[in-house]
């Protein structure tokens, strides 16, 4: 007999996994699609002695997860397309101060306000540009329910286990689909929490690689003092423009994500053994994917999906392999080909890339998807 | 459930229910009837009067394409809802419509359609039109039979606000038994009304 099994929407899941991964404060402004996970928070973090606090704009509550994680807490925001564009600023300064935090953004069609209730995978190349400088990025695309409470959970562990901001392109199909899933048991989750100092106050640094590529991290209101700022800084925390200092500790936080792929990149391979065409999927189109695979397969056609759960940092290696195995690659997205552009490039003429590009708001359905696969065959 | 794969959608306007009939009659069957079930909402950025829509996927097994491909039940409080969401139907569904606020569906439609006065029914009955939607769902009980009666009234005590409890079983009742007085027709166009219950019998 199965024992967790309830009912939840997708938004509430956000809500109770990042509660679950210990997260006590929520710092947000209500934005369509995203606003159910306000609205969980603003139940739930009450009951566990968190806070939640509605700001006064978007960019007050980026502010607001940056300061509350300062002082030791975990923090989660929720937004959309357009308030993610206001928060990439106080995002950018989180990834150059190396505070970690989480970020859900239910993705909505764009630009500017767009189509505020509608489904779209807009925000691709938002999460890994949207900020302006050189930052390392993760990016989580759940497409099932389950997988919304697990990455959630992962999200906020590895913006501990790297002290940086994590980003979770949550689609709205997903974040408003409710039905009955089985939650994981609370006692066997893996929970990463973030390295404190060893040191006494005075000897401490808050950037002092001495330990590595991620630095302690102290709590403020604890008797450790450090400087926080988004200019460069050197391990003090006070800003320097000392070549050779910014160039390394650049270089770190980039290296923080990049020597650690092998722990953060995550996808699944479906039907892929003897496949020559194969669909190159994220998020709820990769259960339309899904669906269209299996009906392509009773025609006698080889295709298979390689479907990513974290889509940033991109499994390069595994895409590569991929363009000189494949005669085809098709990339089914709610957006006009920011990812398919991306594996174009992996492609280098190696293998047709495909996309199927919708933007009106309407999923992307299993007929379309298996349309151009019998095209390509 | 007969069937292993059955798909509803329950359309109407902001404000009049649409989501939590779609909670109601999904949960109902994942708790109550041991069925694989999800509910996906539709609406605009107008948060009352804007067209919603809720669509109800059922199955025997895991379902893996969330939103509907193939309508067996369609059913519309407002001509608004109707002409955005008519799409995708079998040719044999069923397709309810409540006359005060849909009065316009295309000629020679081959599904079957039931004309009921839900919203008629629950201002009378309940004493808020806000009661038309799980009418409805009481009516999906009755002619689908993929939920029992009791079942619904479950789920309705599971999810409705407190204190409406007592005029949302009624509704339910009142829905399942224009169902059945729907079931015993045998026009293409059935149009229902309270006169055809006997309310003594709820």
Sequence with gaps: MKKNIKFYSGAELVAKAAIDAGCRFFGGYPITPSSEIAEHMSKELPKVGGTFIQMEDEIAAMGSIIGASLAGVKSLTATSGPGFSLKQENLGYAYMAEVPCVICNVMRGGPSTGLPTALAQADIMQAKWGTHGDHPVIALTPAYLEEVYELTIKAFNFSEMYRIPVIILLDELIAHLSTAIELPDKDLLVIKNRKGPTVKPEKYFPYDTAYGDVPPMADFFKGYRYHVTGLSHDKTGFPTTDPDLVQADQERHIRKVNANKGKIIDFEYYKMRDADIVIFAYGSTSRAARVAIDKARKLGIKVGMMRLRVIWPLPEAEILKLCSKVKAIIVPEMNLGQLSNVIEKFAADRTKIVGINHVGGVPIHPSNILDVIKEVK | ?202
């Design chain 2, 1 to 202: 459930m007969k069937q292993n794969h059955y798909e509803a959608r329950f359309a109407g306007v902001g404000g009049q229910g649409v989501i939590l009939a779609g909670k109601i009659l999904a949960y109902g069957m994942v708790n109550y009837e041991e069925c694989q079930a999800l509910q996906t909402p539709t609406y605009t950025a107008q948060v009352r009067g804007g067209p919603t829509k809720v669509d109800v996927v059922i199955d025997k097994k895991h379902i893996e394409y969330p939103r509907t491909e193939n309508i067996d039940f369609f059913l519309s409080l407002h001509q608004k809802a109707f002409d955005l969401y008519f799409t995708d139907l079998k040719d044999d569904a069923i397709v309810v419509i409540d006359p005060n606020l849909t009065q316009h569906i295309p000629k020679d439609i081959p599904q079957q359609v039931f004309v009921v006065d839900l919203v008629e029914i629950a201002k009378k009955e309940m004493g808020n039109p806000l009661y038309a939607m799980v009418l409805a769902v009481g009516f999906f009980a009755g002619v689908t039979k993929l939920i029992k009666n009791k079942n619904v009234q479950k789920s309705v005590i599971d999810n409705a606000p407190k204190g409406t409890e007592v005029e949302n079983l009624k509704a339910v009742r009142i829905g399942f038994a224009l169902a059945k007085e729907a079931l015993k027709r045998k026009e293409d166009l059935v149009r229902l009304t309270l006169k055809d219950i006997d309310k003594n019998k709820l």
